[in-house]
């Protein structure tokens, strides 16, 4: 089982957050009193400060409160331990310059988190306003420190989910549904937004309903985005599932018909890539034997094994590489298959044994 779960944390290209792996990590909407520095422009005030200046705050910090102030800067700024490392190993000096230079920066009212919620909330945002403030919002969220995303919160990505909703139906908002698709991914690029995501009742399948073969742009961001979700323990499977099944029923169709559909696109190796990752995810994440033999027989009978044979016969180094990863999975279920028939036939022979 532990080759198995090796291999799926391998098919993946696309990394939903550079911190995924730190399931325990807590993130909390706001840092405990006394941990963030205020934020300051030249004037010297900013939403109502009117302490002393950053540069007098940092130089009366002791070492160890530079060190810890520079561990949540580093958090904050959504880096890798790879590329923690080596600021770590900067002298005091250096640290209370990053410091300083993180917050003097100065903050626009009008790119905050608020200023974006109200402008997706405005009942008039339609048509090149929309797309705009969408273009914006992306830049923002992908720009910004991870306080930012957590300030602009579940409101924000309601805000997001709300628009995503009036444009995915409508060929004529379809830059928008793609600028909330790309927003979406911005906004889980990190802990706090992938965990809100997941534990929102209606956004995977709102994100479910843009897996539309006729606007393969869009399609291609969502399938990608719902691969990555899949291997998020504990539940990012179930609820990356649930959403593609609701809108499967919403559509009146077998909930794996618009991913298969995107597997025949000869003329499109990248979304039959990111499709072929699905199904991987899909069909490898679920610990539960059953349950992974049923996922991967209902894809294969909604047209998969038609699409096997060209799928094979693939120039594309990296298609082939999935495919072959969705074949050693088939076979190594086939086999803990036939050891369990195996290992029920003997104690039924040789009950005494």
């Known amino acids: 089982m532990a080759d198995k779960k090796d291999k799926r944390n391998s098919f993946l290209s696309f990394k939903i957050g550079k911190d995924k792996n730190k399931e325990k990590q807590k993130i909390s909407s706001t840092m405990p009193p006394g941990s963030r520095l205020p934020s300051y422009t030249e004037e010297g005030t900013n939403g109502g400060y009117t302490g002393p200046p950053p540069d007098q705050v940092i130089n009366s910090l002791t070492v160890p409160e530079v060190i810890e102030k520079f561990e949540r800067m580093l958090d904050d700024m959504n880096l890798t331990d790879e590329k923690k490392a080596p600021l770590r190993d900067r002298d005091i000096k250096y640290k209370r310059a990053m410091l300083l230079m993180h917050y003097k920066a100065p903050k626009s009212e009008l790119d905050s988190p608020q200023s974006f919620v109200t402008e997706l909330r405005n009942a008039d945002l339609k048509g090149e306003k929309r797309l705009k403030v969408l273009e914006s919002l992306r830049v923002s969220l992908t720009s910004n420190p991870v306080s930012w995303v ?26 928008a549904t793609y600028e909330c698709v790309r927003c979406l ?80 696109m000869r003329d499109n190796q990248q979304m039959q890539l990111a499709c072929i990752q699905l199904v991987n995810a899909l069909v490898t994440t679920p610990e539960d034997l059953d349950f992974r033999l049923h996922i991967r027989n209902e ?31 088939t076979e190594e279920d086939y086999e803990e298959f036939s050891h369990r028939y195996d290992n029920a036939r003997v104690d039924f022979e040789y009950p005494l044994l």
């Open 185 to 264: 991914k911005a906004y889980m690029n990190n802990t706090f937004g992938l965990m809100e995501i997941i534990k929102h009742e209606e956004a995977l399948t709102i994100l479910s309903r843009t897996i539309d073969p006729t606007d393969t742009m869009t399609m291609l961001e969502a399938v990608r985005l719902l691969a990555a979700v899949c291997l998020v323990p504990p539940s990012g499977h179930e609820k990356a599932l649930e959403g593609i099944t609701v809108c499967g029923e919403i559509r009146s169709q077998e909930r794996f018909v618009p991913i298969i559909m995107g597997l025949g």
């Open 150 to 175: 957590q300030e602009f919160g579940v409101n924000g990505l309601n805000a997001i989910l709300r628009n995503l909703t009036y444009c995915c139906d409508s060929k004529s908002e379809r830059k």
């Open 299 to 329: 894809i294969m009978r909604t047209g998969l094994i038609d699409l096997l044979d060209t799928l094979d016969n693939s120039t594309d180094t990296e298609l082939k590489t999935h495919i072959q990863i969705f074949h050693d999975h």
